[in-house]
C-alpha cells in the first residue's frame, strides 16, 4: 500500500491540508489537542514522513528571511563588564566563536542577550527576547558554579553547555570530562610515568558534577591499585598545600585544570619535565608549551547550535521530558611539560 498524502490525512481527520501540514511538523500556531488529533489520524492510516523530503523543505525554510527563525540568542549570565571579548574567560571566547560561526553555516544569526546587565530580570530579559522573535536559545555556562537559570523556557527552543545549569533540565553539549581524564593518564602511561596524580579546587570538580574526580579514580582503580595516589582536590590549590602533597605521595605526574601548576611547581624547585610532568585538563592556545587536552569548545558551542537547531526544524519549544547530552571528546596535545615518547 502506497504512503497516505496530506489529502488522505486531511479527509480522515477534518481538518484542512495546510493545518495538517503545519500539525504534521509539530507547528506551535496549531493546537496541541489539533495537532494530536492529525497525528493519530496520520498513525492509524500508516503514514510516514519521507525524510528527503523533511531535508530539503527543511534547507528551503531556512534560507527563506522568516523573522521567526532567524535568530539564536546567546543568553549570557555574567556581568555585563565582562562584555568586552577581553574580561570574558578563554573557553567562553572559544564556546561563543563556535557556536556563532556554526549557526551562521546554517543560516541563523545570533544575537547576545545579556542576562547579567545591570537591572536586568529574568522577567524582564523573557520579554525582550519573545519582543525580538528570537525562538532558540543558547543558555551559556552559567557565571556561578553550579546553579538553576530562573527565565522560563517553555517557548523556546534550548541548549546549554556544560554541567552548570542544574536546573531546569536542557539538552546540553559538553565535553566528555571522564574521557578527558582518562585520555590524558593513558597518554602519561604511554610515556613512562606510573604515579600519577590529580590536584585541582573543589569547584572545578563541582562544575562537571564530578566527572574529573570519577574518571581519576576509575583509571586509577584499573592502572594504580596497587599504589593510589589519594586527589589533592582542596577549596583552594595553593604552592605550599601542591608542595606538601607531593612530598607525600611523590606522584610523577600531575594532571590538573589550572595552568599555574607548572609556576607552583617550579617556585619549589621542580623542573619540567625533568622532575616532574605536568598535563593540563583544559589546554588552550595562551599556554602551548603545556601538554594536556584540548576540550574543544568551538566544537561544544557548534553542538549546542546543531542541537538548537533540529528542534526549531521539528518545531518543539519547551523543556524536554527526556533531555540529551550530546558529548565532545577532547584531544591530546604534546607539549614541554612532560617527557618525550620513549623510543620504541
Given at each position: ?300 558551542g557548534a553542538t549546542a547550535i546543531d542541537m538548537i537547531a533540529a ?34
Amino acid at each position: 500500500m502506497s504512503n497516505p498524502t496530506i489529502r488522505d490525512i486531511a479527509a480522515a481527520s477534518g481538518f484542512g491540508k495546510s493545518t495538517v501540514s503545519l500539525a504534521l511538523r509539530n507547528d506551535p500556531s496549531i493546537p496541541q489537542s489539533t495537532r494530536d488529533r492529525i497525528k493519530q489520524a496520520a498513525e492509524e492510516l500508516g503514514y510516514q514522513q519521507n525524510p528527503y523530503v523533511n531535508s530539503f523543505m527543511a534547507q528551503l525554510r531556512r534560507n527563506r528571511p522568516t523573522k521567526d527563525y532567524a535568530t539564536i540568542g546567546l543568553v549570557n549570565t555574567h556581568p555585563y563588564s565582562y562584555a568586552s571579548p577581553e574580561k570574558l574567560s578563554r573557553e567562553l571566547r572559544r564556546l561563543v566563536d563556535g557556536a556563532q560561526k556554526r549557526a551562521k553555516a546554517l543560516g541563523y544569526r545570533t544575537e547576545e542577550c545579556w542576562l547579567g546587565q545591570p537591572r536586568m530580570t529574568a522577567a524582564r530579559m523573557h520579554s525582550i527576547i519573545k519582543a525580538r522573535s528570537i525562538r532558540g536559545l543558547f543558555v551559556l555556562p552559567l557565571h556561578s558554579i553550579r546553579g538553576r537559570f530562573n527565565m522560563p523556557l517553555d517557548e523556546f527552543a534550548s541548549a546549554t553547555a556544560g554541567y552548570s545549569v542544574i536546573h531546569p533540565p536542557m539538552y546540553r553539549a559538553c565535553n566528555h570530562n571522564f574521557a578527558t581524564v582518562t585520555e590524558a593518564m593513558r597518554n602519561l602511561r604511554h610515556l613512562g610515568y606510573r604515579r600519577i596524580g590529580i590536584a585541582m579546587p573543589q569547584q572545578h570538580d563541582d562544575r562537571t558534577d564530578h566527572f574529573w574526580i570519577s574518571g581519576y579514580l576509575g583509571f586509577q582503580h584499573i592502572h594504580q591499585a596497587r599504589s593510589p595516589i589519594p586527589p589533592h582536590i582542596v577549596k583552594e590549590v595553593t604552592t605550599k598545600n601542591l608542595a606538601l602533597w607531593i612530598e607525600k605521595e611523590k606522584p610523577d605526574a600531575i594532571i590538573s585544570t589550572l595552568k599555574t601548576v607548572p609556576e607552583m611547581l617550579e617556585a619549589v624547585g621542580y623542573q619540567l619535565p625533568k622532575d616532574i610532568g605536568f598535563a593540563n585538563l583544559n589546554w588552550t592556545p595562551e599556554y602551548p608549551h603545556h601538554s594536556g587536552i584540548d576540550q574543544c569548545y568551538e566544537l561544544i558551542g557548534a553542538t549546542a547550535i546543531d542541537m538548537i537547531a533540529a528542534q526549531l526544524t521539528r518545531n518543539e519549544y519547551g523543556l524536554p521530558e527526556n533531555p540529551r547530552v550530546n558529548m565532545t571528546l577532547g584531544k591530546w596535545i604534546t607539549g614541554q611539560t612532560t617527557r618525550p615518547r620513549r623510543k620504541q
